[in-house]
């Protein structure tokens, strides 16, 4: 019997392998042309390190995790400017924007999802996973 899984498990590593230098040949080439600063967008309020970005491309906005500063970001993108700044979340680990549901879900350090309305982005609720 272990000689068959173990064949097994051979052939379908294998496979995978193959299937993934396959995928490899047929994908484009890099693009020749390096990255270009193009704007910067200022964030004066923000102190420390940021990280984490989530999208909202159907209101054009971007949201940054600033974890020194303990706040999300939402910046809009067309007007290059900070729009608002929701406070009081703890070091955020992560930021997701729900076109479906119209809220912006934080993730913090200390094992808390916060759920904010998207339009005005009061807290809606916050849900306790635990450190």
């Known amino acids: 019997?272990?000689?068959?899984?173990?064949?097994?498990?051979?052939?379908v590593l294998i496979a995978a392998f193959t299937i993934q230098?396959?995928?490899?040949?047929?994908?484009?080439?890099?693009?020749?042309?390096?990255?270009?600063?193009?704007?910067?967008?200022?964030?004066?309020?923000?102190?420390?390190?940021?990280?984490?970005?989530g999208l909202d491309a159907t209101h054009n906005r971007l949201f940054v995790s600033a974890l020194g500063n303990d706040t999300e970001e939402i910046i809009g993108i067309s007007a290059q400017t900070v729009i608002h700044s929701i406070s009081g979340v703890p070091t955020p680990q992560g930021v997701v924007y729900s076109?479906?549901?119209?809220?912006?879900?934080?993730?913090?350090?200390?094992?808390?999802?916060?759920?904010?309305?998207?339009?005005t982005f009061d807290l809606i609720g916050s849900i306790d996973f635990g450190g």
């Open 1 to 11: 019997m272990r000689k068959v899984c173990g064949r097994g498990l051979v052939l």
């Open 21 to 53: 230098m396959h995928a490899q040949e047929n994908s484009h080439p890099p693009s020749e042309a390096p990255l270009v600063l193009t704007g910067a967008i200022p964030l004066p309020n923000v102190k420390g390190r940021i990280d984490h970005f």
């Open 99 to 119: 076109q479906e549901t119209n809220k912006v879900f934080v993730g913090s350090d200390e094992g808390k999802l916060y759920v904010y309305n998207g339009t």
